[in-house]
Every structure is written in C-alpha cells, then in structure tokens.
C-alpha cells in the first residue's frame, strides 16, 4: 500500500503540471490571435522602419481596445481594420492589446 504522503505529493504534481500546461494553452491561444496581425503591423506588432502601419509594440493597452472599438463601431475609417475588428469579441480584443502591450517598442 501506498503512503498517503506519496499520493499526496503525486496529486499535488499532477495538479501543478495540469495548472501550468493550461497556463500554455491560453498563451499560445493570445499569441495565434496577436499573429494574426503580424502581416500588417509586423512580428509582435513591431512595424518595418519607415511602413504607413503603425508598430503596436509597446502600446498602451487601453488605447489598443479604444482603437479597436472605434474601428469595431465604424467611429474611425480604415481600409480594412473596421472589417477586421468585427471578426474579434470584445474579450478578444482586450487579450489582443495586453499581448502587444507587454512588447518591447
């Protein structure tokens, strides 16, 4: 028979490993949404020198979500991003923003 010490320790590890691979999941579930806009605005939203698109690297997140409701709610023109804000809730969007703000510029 097993001591109940070693079970516990076993259930313990396997929690910690199950809270840490989860932890995983939603990251690489905000970095596939955040690479989504890597065509424009560049890998981890770092621009090319000299591009009309602006980096959003280092952006505070609060202006991200603003930005993106304005072109979400049609307040602000695009060429593509108010098409493109409608296809990410709201919950995406503020995943999407902390993700670029945490970038170095």
């Not at 989504?36 to 591009?51: I, L, P, V, Y």
């Not at 698109?53 to 709610?73: E, H, R, T, W």
Request: proline letters at 2%.
């Amino acid at each position: 028979m097993k001591s109940p010490v070693l079970i516990l320790t076993a259930l313990l590890a396997a929690n910690l490993h199950l809270s840490a691979q989860a932890q995983t999941v939603q990251d690489l579930n905000i970095r596939s949404l955040a690479a989504t806009c890597a065509n424009c605005h560049g890998t981890n939203g770092k621009a090319q020198d000299g591009s009309a698109v602006v980096s959003l690297a280092g952006m505070p997140k609060d202006y991200i979500v603003a930005q993106m409701a304005a072109f979400k709610n049609g307040t602000r023109s695009a060429t593509v991003m108010h098409q493109l804000a409608k296809g990410y809730s709201d919950a995406q969007i503020e995943q999407i923003a902390g993700y670029f703000a945490a970038q170095k510029k």
